[in-house]
């Protein structure tokens, strides 16, 4: 498999709150890893809308007893974190049903998880865990055995993004009941941050063959009942060893269609949306979301928007037509076109969200390709293809990707471009750019929370589903896993950085911060410590 890194969290969501009533976030963006997820499972969901909660449960009502209702646009589908990434999946079960081994703290340092402690060496080779004396929502006591397999499967897991920390992994083992013992053949910056993330989310051996429909876990909450295409409802883990979260229910109900949801918001029907789409920003501002609500927005939510080209098809092989085009990307039209709100996103000609080291907003200094259409323009014409038509497969049915791309066409047919547009549905897009061999397309917009590691290749046949394939970008990535300081490993990412916009066969647009509503009566929200999950047992009404 090519190497992949988790060097940091990476997402951004927005959250509305309506001022004097109850509310509370969740939102759904459909994204490369939630339709990847979707297709591992062998199918893709397209959730009904369900009823909203009716006059008679105000959130005055829950508010008095403790009890939380969040919107969510997308259905997991299923509970399986082994398998899937879903975004569907990972706002909920991690941190509220999981815990992780250890936990990445905001300053970049890590706290205890399921190890209350650890011992590196000096090489940074070996790392000792001490597990915690707990009990799973099961009542069975956690063991390095538990510790051990939850690790392994991970690593053996079909994610990507979840078994890339583990590339420089030799071995793991149990040294005894309560300590679990973890060889390196490299030092490795993302193994160590990796394990207070996903891929070292822990759950009991005992419990795979369920995990699918009933998760254990060592966290807060226990998922009291999962209707599919309707709600998941949470409570209190009973055995958890720390302190007992306030909120006493918690419930996610999924309603597919986000101006449904943010109409339920306004009217006291759900208590928060967590995470609300680039396709919805515009009636943030324009119906007084951001006025009625708390606006909040982070990068740990954050994805990135970006333009990208198949590297086994021609013209796109061709570096004078991937230039050409970039170059008729305004990048700062996205963020007027869908009114985003402020500090929300970002026009960058770099790939990296606002919280990494080598974050740069779009500037003719920061961008290999800065707009110029009428340049870009002469150059297609001058590469041949101005009037070849040019392959833009899109979405016609997910908002978050399909407006981004009738603007982006827009764009490159004002410079002078001919495009020939092939809009398909999420499952055929699914079918011919993530499950299919060769991929299908010519241009495409994709919007991801995955950092650029993703893009890690030292074998052609096998790239990934974008076909981009760089081992110069691949070196710089491994050399700074391996970096031994922060400085160092700024310095290499920064450099790699440079290379996947001077190769141009992905074209960042924006960076695009996490944005939800919340109502000011909820205290205690805390941004995403595990990949973009949404931590209730942080909440609390006032």
Not at 324 to 335: P, S, T, V, Y
Not at 417 to 434: P, V
Request: hydrophobic share 40%; proline share 5%.
């Amino acid at each position: 498999m090519p190497a992949n890194f988790l060097l940091i969290g990476n997402s951004f969501s927005v959250y509305l709150v309506q001022k004097g009533k109850n509310l509370s976030h969740k939102n759904f963006r459909v994204s490369r890893g939630s339709v990847v997820a979707a297709i591992a499972a062998g199918s893709l969901l397209i959730a009904s809308a369900v009823t909203t909660a009716s006059a008679a449960t105000p959130s005055s009502s829950r508010k008095a007893a403790d009890k939380l209702v969040l919107a969510a646009l997308q259905d997991p589908g299923t509970l399986d974190i082994v398998k899937q990434n879903q975004t569907a999946l990972v706002l909920w079960l991690p941190g509220n049903v999981y815990e992780s081994l250890v936990t990445n703290l905001p300053d970049g340092t890590a706290g205890p998880g399921v190890a209350k402690s650890w011992t590196i060496s000096k090489d940074q080779l070996t790392y000792t865990f001490n597990i915690r004396d707990e009990k799973f929502s099961n009542g069975a006591a956690v063991t390095a055995d538990d510790v051990v397999y939850s690790l392994t499967s991970m690593q053996n897991g079909p994610i990507g993004s979840y078994h890339g920390p583990f590339t420089q992994v030799s071995s793991i083992t149990a040294k005894d009941s309560k300590t679990v013992v973890i060889k390196l053949k490299k030092s490795s910056r993302s193994f160590f941050h990796g394990m207070g993330e996903m891929s070292g989310v822990i759950q009991p051996k005992a419990s795979e063959a369920t995990r699918a429909t009933k998760p254990i876990g060592s966290g807060p909450y226990v998922l009291k009942e999962y209707v599919p295409n309707d709600h998941l409802t949470f409570i209190p883990n009973a055995t958890y060893w720390g302190t007992a979260p306030s909120l006493k229910e918690v419930t996610v109900k999924i309603m597919t269609d986000g101006n449904a949801a943010l109409a339920a918001l306004k009217a006291g029907e759900i208590d928060s949306f967590p995470v609300i789409t680039i396709d919805l920003w515009e009636r943030i501002g324009k119906q007084g979301f951001d006025k009625d609500f708390t606006l909040q927005n982070y990068p740990q939510g954050g994805e990135m928007l970006y333009t990208l080209f198949n590297s086994n098809q021609a013209p796109y092989n061709n570096p004078k037509v991937r230039h050409a085009l970039a170059k008729m990307i305004d990048r700062k039209a996205f963020n007027v076109a869908y009114g985003a709100p402020v500090g929300s996103s970002d026009p960058t000609c770099g790939y990296g969200l606002q919280n990494t080291s080598w974050f740069a907003v779009e500037s003719a200094s920061t961008c290999f390709d800065a707009y110029d259409p009428a340049r870009g323009a002469a150059e297609l014409k001058a590469a041949g293809f101005a009037k070849t038509p040019l392959d833009y497969v899109s979405l016609t049915d997910v908002p978050d990707l399909s407006l981004p791309a009738d603007l982006q066409i827009a764009q490159f047919v004002k410079a002078g471009a001919t495009i020939k547009r092939n809009a398909i549905s999420l499952a055929e897009y699914s079918k011919t750019i993530f499950g299919g061999r060769p991929q299908q397309f010519g241009v495409s917009i994709m919007s991801d929370p995955a950092l650029f590691t993703q893009f890690s290749c030292t074998d052609k046949s096998k790239a990934g589903w974008h076909t981009y394939c760089s081992k110069e970008l691949t070196g710089l990535l491994i050399q700074a896993d391996g970096a031994k300081s922060k400085a160092a490993f700024d310095d290499l990412m920064k450099k790699a950085a440079a290379v996947l916009q001077k190769d141009a066969y992905i074209v960042p647009i924006l960076a695009k911060a996490g944005v939800g509503l919340w109502q000011p009566a909820l205290k205690g929200w805390k941004a995403p410590r595990i990949f973009v999950e949404q931590n209730f047992s942080d909440l609390s009404w006032a």
